[in-house]
């Protein structure tokens, strides 16, 4: 269903609402997930008032379970260290 656009644009990504977000927040993106790239991540990080980027390489769409080691480092790092696990 989010696939049709006239659906999704009600779930779209807009920085009236995102950048209300004031909580430090970790994008977790991949290289290749085919329903956004980097540049949909790089929109966020100007919108964003606290956020930190960190890209798996090779990975597609799940990379919880394409990467596993490196997902939970990332999120192990930045909720426990509040830092960017690059």
């Given at each position: 269903m989010l696939q049709d656009?006239?659906?999704?644009?009600?779930f779209?990504?807009?920085p009236d609402w995102v950048g209300r977000v004031s909580a430090p927040t970790l994008l977790l993106w991949t290289?290749?997930?085919p329903t956004g790239g980097l540049d949909e991540a790089d929109l966020l990080l100007?919108?964003?008032p606290d956020a930190?980027?960190?890209v798996i390489a090779d990975a597609g769409h799940w990379p919880q379970w394409?990467?596993?080691?490196?997902y939970l480092h990332a999120h192990r790092?930045?909720?426990?260290?509040?830092?960017?696990?690059?």
């Open positions: 656009p006239l659906v999704r644009k009600d779209a990504w807009g290289e290749h997930d100007g919108w964003l930190r980027l960190h394409e990467k596993v080691g490196e790092d930045f909720l426990l260290l509040g830092k960017d696990p690059a």
